[in-house]
Nanobody, 119 residues
Framework: VQLQASGGGLVHAGGSLTLSCAASGTPFQINNVAWYRQAPGKERDLVASISVSGSTTYADSVKERFIISRDNAKQVLTLQMNRLKPEDTAVYYC??????????????WGQGTQVTVSS
C-alpha cells in the first residue's frame, strides 16, 4: 500500500488549500482513512477522518472550516481547508487503516505535506 500526499504550501491567514492523497495497492473503498497533522515540537494529532460508509469526524479546532472527502473510484482522499489560521501550520499526513486479511488493522502513512499559514 502506498499513499502519496500533495497540495501543501504557503498561504495567508484566511486563505484556502486543498490536500490530496492518492492511494494504491489496496481496494480503497474498504479502508477507513484520515488526515493527521504534526506541528513542530508537538504530537501528531487527528484532523479529520472518513469511514468506509462516509461518516466523518473532525477535530474541534477545524470544525466548520475543513471538509474531508473521498473518491473511491479514483482512490483519492481530499482535505479542503478554508479560513486557514497560523495555528494550522503543520505537516499534514494522510492515513489509511488496512482492511484486507493480510493487513487488517495495519497503519499506513503518507509522506507528509507541509502547510504554512502566515499571519
Amino acid at each position: 500500500v502506498q499513499l502519496q500526499a500533495s497540495g501543501g504550501g504557503l498561504v495567508h491567514a484566511g486563505g484556502s488549500l486543498t490536500l490530496s492523497c492518492a492511494a494504491s495497492g489496496t481496494p480503497f473503498q474498504i479502508n477507513n482513512v484520515a488526515w493527521y497533522r504534526q506541528a513542530p515540537g508537538k504530537e501528531r494529532d487527528l484532523v479529520a477522518s472518513i469511514s468506509v460508509s462516509g461518516s466523518t469526524t473532525y477535530a474541534d479546532s477545524v470544525k466548520e472550516r475543513f471538509i474531508i472527502s473521498r473518491d473511491n473510484a479514483k482512490q483519492v482522499l481530499t482535505l479542503q481547508m478554508n479560513r486557514l489560521k497560523p495555528e494550522d501550520t503543520a505537516v499534514y499526513y494522510c492515513y489509511l487503516r488496512g482492511a484486507m486479511a493480510w493487513d487488517m488493522g495495519k497503519d499506513y502513512w503518507g509522506q507528509g505535506t507541509q502547510v504554512t499559514v502566515s499571519s
